[in-house]
Nanobody, 129 residues
């Protein structure tokens, strides 16, 4: 079983930026995704990368502020966080899973946490206003 290790979390001022990294010890699966969970809230899917097709999706709640990317030569995915605000304070996780067949016609990655089998330990992002 491969390992996912997140890094890059920090405490920043509102309006600031961060780059989170997630390094996989091996090439685990087709989909690598970013989630976050704030205290008292459900886990939220932010972005997913279909690594073998270089396709990326972002949640509408963060589209335009957060951008996911990959460097598969390094088995690493990134999440660039911009225009951070206090509501972005959370533990950010990287997860790996398989692409799923949709409507019997095509494979894709999702932002549904139940599609992901392997999880990192998370990296904390704290935004102060």
């Amino acid at each position: 079983q491969g390992e996912l290790v997140e890094s890059g979390g920090d405490s920043v001022q509102a309006g600031g930026s961060l780059r989170l990294s997630c390094k996989a010890s091996t090439r685990i699966s087709d989909c690598l995704a970013w989630f976050r969970q704030a205290p008292g809230k459900e886990r939220e899917g932010l972005a997913a990368i279909y690594t073998t097709r270089d396709q990326t999706i972002h949640a509408s709640s963060v589209r335009g502020r957060f951008t996911a990317s990959q460097d598969m030569a390094k088995n690493t995915v990134y999440l660039d966080l911009n225009e951070l605000n206090a509501e972005d304070t959370a533990l950010y996780y990287c997860a790996a899973g398989r692409a799923r067949l949709r409507f019997g016609t095509y494979f894709s990655c999702s932002l549904d946490s139940t599609d992901y089998d392997y999880w990192g330990q998370g990296t904390q992002v704290t935004v102060s206003s």
